[in-house]
């Protein structure tokens, strides 16, 4: 039996998304402590840069927020042009974080403190 298994992203965190001109931001905010701890060693900017390729962005960079357990990231000139200019179907890049938060991430098996707790 593996030790490691695969989640949407989802699961460990939520997100939101738009733009900043041609550049889309990204922010991914954990659910738990561990969620987080996770993230930041796991959720890089080269993964992410990574995932978004085919949007042909110039480059990704990561800022960590601590105080809100989480992630943003800048996606540079992924929205070819942005808002007015682009002619792709989310010039505003309102669903990046979408995107991202369904992309599968390989955790521990005993992942239960990382994951969103249902009341």
């Keep these: 039996m593996s030790d490691l298994i695969f989640l949407p992203l989802s699961?460990?965190?939520h997100g939101r998304s738009g733009d900043k001109g041609s550049h889309a931001n990204v922010?991914?905010?954990a659910?738990?402590?561990?969620?987080?701890a996770w993230l930041k060693t796991h959720l890089?900017?080269?993964v992410v840069a990574a995932y978004f390729a085919p949007l042909g962005g110039t480059r990704v960079e990561r800022f960590e927020a601590d105080n809100v357990r989480g992630l943003n990231f800048m996606l540079y000139d992924a929205l070819a042009g942005g808002a007015s200019r682009?002619?792709?179907?989310d010039t505003q890049g309102k669903s990046y974080a979408l995107a991202l938060l369904r992309m599968?991430?390989?955790v521990p098996a005993d992942h239960a403190d990382m994951i969103r707790e249902i009341a």
Excluded: H, K, N
């Design 104 to 106: 599968p991430v390989e």
């Design 31 to 36: 659910f738990s402590d561990a969620g987080y």
């Design 44 to 46: 890089t900017a080269e």
């Design 11 to 13: 699961q460990l965190a």
């Design 27 to 29: 922010a991914v905010i």
């Design 86 to 89: 682009s002619l792709r179907s």
